[in-house]
């Protein structure tokens, strides 16, 4: 089979599962919707080995293949098709997606096996799945609109999935809105290509962008900048990234798929995909690599203060992909895709340990109350700690080599790319540090009640509530099941975070620098073209970095250790004596504040003027106006209408007599 | 005889059937004096084309009684509906369409 029949079918397996489920939900039994759904991504996911393979059969100059399926909308010189597009980029994309999703999968059959919602909750996923896919392979700007539109779909979708949680419902509704600005940049985008152009196939685009633009041109640089809105509002890049702390109200198998693992890594292919564009607009590329650096630190610095186990994972998200975001908008396309890999799978691993960890404390998140668990969570504290390591680069994990690598090559570029490479060093010790706040306190230290009792065999039932408006949280659709399920007690939950942890450690053995270079070659089919990517650091700069961030790394956790392990108050009184700073980051640098003062109020505002002025004033009293004036002359008249026959014939009759006598005066 | 007997007979047949319509209250009543009224008209109509020697105004004199016709079934069949729901059968109360 040829890679774009693979392509076809990782599409259609989640296709299929998602309708399937969403189907059968009445008559599937126990367990059998979470399973069906896994088996629909592992089929997948076997695909996109099989495109992997097929791939690789070819020449390097040959890997980049196109499919239609059929002819979406054609017209004088407009040509639509649903056509797939498969290359390395993609394909590795695709691996990355399903490879994660199936695991997350397959910890949610156990994770949620006492939601009601437990089929509904596997249609979604598997059709996030599918959003995701077609986003990946999507031939030309039509589908890639459509699998973005989807995408940002299912994420509504699962973050208000348990929908009598008002909470919840609020955050799936921002991430929407938040999203469509996205959208509307993206297609804007589209539009603006197809009218400089004249099409929406990729490589036709890829082809026509050398030659009819030049380095910098006002409208390759709008075009850039507005993909670049798009991509920041689904990878959660400043300003538009405040929807993704707040999707954390969503199920914890969520946030480890969509808002960590995968659909908010789409920016970053999007910036990856279109390469000829950026590289055209340098300009663009470079306000992209400043946000992503900007991102990186406010993102890791709100992570130091947060106390929600969850959000700070989140807001470690953000951070990681701003690196992403630097590494693809520099030029270290490899670098940045390595990255946004390793990134899948330690941050998938966190968040599986962290909802194993939240299900011990019967649904509470507040680190502050959490401590001790590693003899109550052996397993799931293990797989923490190892997932910390790799988030915060410890020497030889995944996160260790994928991070340095976008550092050095920035480094490399040399002039003012050097601001990346010092900014993301810093970052990497905010990294360190708060991968190892979340890692001590949950881990370390005296045990807290939960923990106790989960020593002696005990799972704590608690009535949850909502942390945010202190409701009892509804149980009986979801929230989050009455039963809890932690790693411990649940085999698919265990097989999926020990294939991760496997992953997160030893994963950057494909790309070691001087020894291996697995994916570089690989890519080398997409962004051989890219004069970028011909940059390489030298093995000794190389090395310098890797020490470099493996002293960072290891500088961090010290200090985490020092903070919370050796003298546990010192945060404390930090906090009592830098008050203005802890406030100022614990309400995430005011980021709500400014867009509710910039967006929010002045659209309100202009909303109750137009209510206030223009429809009560203007529209009703032109409405009213003429309304009022047939009804007060129909009133005048009204009267003549008696009712009497003979009062009518009276009237017919005098005023035929009038008229007859009128006749007869004229005509003598 | 001359036209202005007919036409002075056919005024007087009008002016009665008029001052029934008027002044009577029945339905059925004024609808034997608006018959009073079409057939004045009828004999002026017959009169004046038995003057100019002209047959149009014969002609019209049929449609006239053809229309007369259907108006009596018309208001024959409403007087009888309003007498079998037992409406009063008075025009002066029959003030519905009060505006």
Redesign the interface.
Known sequence: MSPTDFGWLILFFPLAGSIAIALGWRVLPGRTAGWLGTAAIAASFACSIGAFVSLLDRPTEDRQLTARLYDYATSVGLDIDVGILVDPLAVVMCLIVTGVSMLIHLYSVAYLGSDRGYARFFSYLNFFVFSMLLLVLAGNFVLLVVGWAFVGFASYALISFWYRRGTATAAGMKAFVINVVGDVGLVLAAFLIFRELGTFQYLDVFDAVDEHFTVNDGTLVAICLLLLVGAFAKSAQLPLHTWLPDAMEGPTPVSALIHAATMVTAGVYLIARMFPLFELAPTAADIAAFTGLATLLVAASIALVVTDLKRIIAYSTMSQIGYMVVGVSIGAYTAGIFHLMTHAFFKALLFMAAGSVIAAMANRQDIDRMSGFRRALPFTSLLLIIGALALAGFPGTSGFFSKDEILVFAAERGGMYWIFTIGGYFGAFLTAFYAFRIGFRVVAGDPCEEARELEQGHLVHAEPENPATGETEDTDVGYPGPEHHIAERELPMRIAMAVLGFLALFAGVIQIPGVTAGLEHFLEGTFEEAPLFGIHPSDSSAYLGLLVGGLIAIAGISLAYYCYVARPGVTARLRQRLPRVHDFLADKWYFDELIDALVYRPVIGAGRFANDVVERVVVQGIVGGATGAVRELGLLVRGAQSGFIRAYALLVLGGFAALALYFLVVSS | MSLEWYLVLSALLFAVG?AG???R?SPLV?LLCLELMLNAGNLSLLAFSRSLGNEDGQVFALIVMVVAACEVVVGLGLIVAMYRRRLPLN??E??????
Do not use: F, Y
Not at chain 2, 94 to 99: H, M, V
């Open positions: 008029a319509v008027l002044l209250r004024i025009v002066d029959l003030r519905t369409l009060r505006g």
